[in-house]
């Protein structure tokens, strides 16, 4: 699944420390949380790919797609295009994951709370650009595209309609829950 959550202004994480006790991109401890280290073990690293697996399925042209593994950063930044830069210290702390030990450039963004309430694969990310914002929108509601083609003399708009209508998977969602598919403020009449 895919979802994007919109925090109200109260919430919102606006500054470094906020993202960054929300969102975490390093090994926890393994001592003092030890259901987080499994699921982020088993569910929170990327690759090995790069000089580690040049088979791995995100490489291209020698590269990983993904950028990872992701440099070391020694604070959060927000930067002005893109993705915020997550706090990943260079702690010299490496866990074994298949043949290789790797560090906290591996570690996907994930949310310590979800993580363990879920046990899976959570990748969490901070839209605070307009760019990554426009890119998790569109990430989302990608999916299963049905398109219909089909040449013929006769018009009949409501065949027409019916047959290139698509419901995503999140418009499919708001309607089996009842949600209110589209507002408009101030109401115009």
Known sequence: MHMLIFLDHPYKLLTP????????AQWPDPDMQPLLFATVKACMVHGPCG???????????????????????AQMNMVKEGYPLYFRPDDHCSFKVGHHDLDNRWIVPYNPFMSVTFDCHINVECGVT????????????????RTTLEVSSRRDEIKKYIDGRYISAPESMWRILQFHIHEQQPSIT
């Open 130 to 145: 307009f760019s990554s914002l426009k890119y998790v929108n569109k990430y989302i509601c990608k999916g299963q595209d």
């Open 51 to 73: 000089a580690l697996n040049l088979n791995a399925p995100c490489m291209e042209n020698g590269k990983c797609t993904k950028g990872y593994p992701k440099p070391f950063q």
């Open 17 to 24: 420390a906020e993202v960054d006790s929300v969102i975490w």
